[in-house]
């Protein structure tokens, strides 16, 4: 039996202000337990919430890298339910008139892209956390998460395996950074996907779904929904029906589990949000919103390939973050003889150590400016190319620049064409066998004439003049 598979994607994302959504306590993370706290959020009679208006405008600018229509009116409702880590019993967020609708993202699929719709971006405010391990039987709750304003951003269900969904989340990740509205650090729980999934056979209608939870990486979100969609078609053709429920991902076990049965919104209870009157954003606001925006990483692949040469491959890795983009273009600004070369270098020696010392760029020990003062003596022939990758190595243990090291090691490149001569006369003196073979015409012995100069050398002989001066001397 054909199955397809059927995935749409709710996606929250911690607006990073440094207060709350509707209150002025810090949403700083890791501070003690409850002591980020006050009547609003603690949910108290009688407080009145007040709209953050820095998270709304972080909401447009991200309706607007979308390509979302901005509702210039907005509201507020409440959505009841009954929570340990809810201390108001309900959660301040927007349900019929949310702040954005009606976008979409272009995802990587083969060679080529798929557009997936975004239905809407909705604002609303964070739950507590409930704290159940390690507490001898009991729970605890901390409510400093209680009021952190959040966008959740739902999918259409266009995504038709795991890896377009993974490719989605990365693509929306990328662009929440890039825009600077959300740290997205999964860890912390500032960028978390809540997935559906269902199966069907192609020409009948959509399946049950059932929705994931308790996914803090791309790796257990992937693995999750492959988990999920076997067991459903394995569910099915033993005879059995899918549930309509919320599952959690066990990702000791490698499985899902059921947690409780989908509620459907009637079950929230939902109406407006009476302390809060609508949000209203002119097209003026939008507009000077829009002009602020920053380049977007599509934006900026196209122009690392227009404007560098870049292959379209080394333009997506460098375009990963804004800080890494940011570093090659400084970089191509204090060496811009070569921008290739920059690429080659950042991309596959620079980010390797980096790699290896579990850093980013941004705490690299080696500036943009140094590596090009390295990369400038690669091009004027004061070191090879072999010998930099050494260079490399003590810039990033000592921090020293290229020219220092170059100086204290000895290291510069010996250019000279007389020393060369003369070292090639004296590697063929000393091997008059294999120098008689090359002439008879043994062509594979001008690698070992090289290595041996090389070596006289102790590497320090420029290469493309060692070769030029062997093939000459050689046939003398």
Same mark, same amino acid.
């Given at each position: 039996?054909s199955?397809e598979?059927?995935?749409?994607?709710e996606?929250?994302? +911690?607006?990073?202000?440094?207060t709350?959504a509707?209150?002025?306590?810090s949403?700083?993370?890791?501070?003690?337990?409850?002591?980020?706290?006050?009547?609003?959020?603690?949910?108290?009679?009688?407080?009145?919430?007040?709209?953050?208006m820095?998270?709304?405008?972080?909401?447009?600018?991200?309706?607007?890298?979308?390509?979302?229509?901005?509702?210039?009116?907005?509201?507020?409702?409440?959505?009841?339910y009954?929570?340990?880590?809810?201390?108001?019993?309900?959660?301040?967020?927007q349900?019929?008139?949310?702040?954005?609708?009606?976008?979409?993202?272009?995802?990587?699929?083969?060679?080529?892209?798929?557009?997936?719709?975004?239905?809407?971006?909705h604002?609303?405010e964070?739950?507590?956390k409930?704290m159940?391990?390690?507490? #001898?039987g009991?729970?605890?709750?901390?409510?400093n998460r209680s009021?952190?304003?959040?966008? !959740?951003?739902v999918?259409?269900?266009?995504?038709?395996?795991?890896?377009e969904?993974i490719?989605y989340?990365k693509?929306?990740?990328?662009?929440?950074l890039?825009?600077?509205?959300s740290?997205?650090n999964?860890?912390?729980?500032?960028?978390?996907?809540?997935?559906?999934?269902?199966?069907?056979?192609?020409?009948?209608?959509?399946?049950?779904?059932?929705?994931?939870k308790?996914m803090n990486?791309?790796?257990?979100?992937k693995q999750?929904?492959?988990?999920e969609?076997?067991?459903?078609?394995?569910?099915?053709?033993?005879?059995?029906?899918?549930?309509?429920?919320?599952r959690?991902?066990?990702? %000791?076990?490698?499985?899902?589990?059921?947690?409780?049965?989908?509620?459907?919104?009637?079950?929230?209870?939902?109406?407006?949000?009476?302390d809060?009157?609508?949000l209203r954003?002119? +097209?003026?606001?939008?507009e000077?919103i829009?002009?602020?925006?920053p380049?977007?990483?599509?934006?900026?692949?196209?122009?690392?390939?227009?404007e560098?040469?870049?292959s379209?491959y080394?333009?997506? @890795?460098l375009?990963?973050?804004?800080?890494?983009?940011?570093?090659?273009?400084?970089?191509?600004?204090a060496?811009?003889?070569?921008p290739?070369?920059?690429?080659?270098w950042?991309?596959?020696?620079?980010?390797?150590r980096?790699?290896?010392m579990e850093? #980013?760029?941004? #705490?690299?020990? @080696?500036s943009?400016?140094?590596?090009?003062?390295?990369?400038?003596?690669?091009?004027d022939?004061?070191?090879?190319?072999?010998?930099?990758?050494? @260079?490399?190595?003590?810039?990033?243990?000592?921090?020293?620049?290229a020219d220092?090291?170059?100086?204290?090691?000895?290291?510069?490149? %010996?250019?000279?064409?007389?020393a060369i001569?003369?070292?090639?006369?004296?590697?063929?003196?000393?091997?008059?066998?294999?120098? !008689?073979?090359?002439?008879?015409g043994?062509?594979?012995?001008?690698?070992?004439?090289?290595?041996? %100069?090389m070596?006289?050398?102790?590497?320090?002989?420029?290469?493309?003049? @060692?070769?030029?001066?062997?093939?000459?001397?050689l046939?003398?």
């Open positions: 039996m199955w598979t059927v995935i749409g994607l996606v929250h994302v +911690q607006i990073n202000t440094k709350k509707f209150c002025g306590c949403t700083e993370f890791g501070a003690d337990p409850n002591s980020q706290t006050c009547p609003v959020c603690l949910g108290m009679p009688g407080q009145l919430p007040v709209l953050n820095e998270a709304a405008r972080k909401s447009v600018l991200t309706g607007l890298a979308i390509n979302g229509t901005i509702n210039l009116e907005s509201k507020f409702d409440r959505k009841n009954f929570y340990p880590d809810l201390p108001k019993g309900y959660q301040i967020t349900f019929p008139v949310p702040i954005v609708e009606l976008g979409h993202l272009d995802i990587p699929v083969g060679d080529g892209e798929k557009r997936i719709g975004i239905t809407r971006i604002m609303e964070d739950a507590g409930s159940h391990e390690g507490l #001898d009991v729970s605890h709750i901390d409510l009021g952190v304003p959040l966008m !959740e951003i999918s259409e269900p266009d995504m038709r395996n795991a890896d969904a490719a989340l693509q929306l990740h990328q662009l929440i890039f825009l600077g509205v740290g997205a999964m860890e912390k729980g500032q960028f978390r996907c809540d997935a559906n999934v269902s199966v069907h056979q192609p020409g009948t209608p959509l399946g049950t779904r059932s929705e994931l308790n990486s791309f790796r257990f979100i999750a929904i492959d988990y969609v076997n067991r459903q078609i394995e569910l099915i053709e033993d005879g059995g029906e899918v549930a309509q429920e919320t959690l991902y066990d990702s %000791v076990k490698g499985e899902t589990r059921p947690m409780r049965s989908k509620e459907e919104a009637h079950d929230y209870r939902y109406f407006p949000e009476p809060l009157p609508p954003i002119s +097209q003026q606001e939008v000077a829009k002009a602020g925006m380049e977007l990483p599509g934006q900026l692949r196209a122009r690392f390939e227009s560098f040469g870049l379209s080394d333009a997506d @890795v375009t990963q973050t804004r800080e890494l983009a940011g570093w090659y273009e400084s970089l191509v600004a060496h811009p003889a070569d290739k070369r920059c690429a080659n950042l991309a596959n020696e620079l980010l390797g980096l790699k290896e850093t #980013d760029v941004a #705490d690299s020990p @080696v943009a400016h140094k590596l090009a003062g390295l990369l400038d003596r690669i091009a022939n004061t070191i090879s190319g072999k010998s930099a990758k050494d @260079v490399l190595d003590a810039m990033m243990a000592s921090g020293d620049d220092a090291i170059i100086e204290a090691k000895g290291l510069k490149q %010996v250019s000279d064409s007389g001569d003369e070292m090639i006369l004296k590697v063929m003196a000393d091997n008059p066998q294999q120098l !008689e073979q090359f002439r008879a043994k062509d594979k012995l001008m690698g070992f004439f090289v290595g041996q %100069v070596k006289a050398s102790r590497g320090q002989a420029n290469p493309a003049m @060692v070769n030029q001066r062997l093939k000459e001397l046939k003398a």
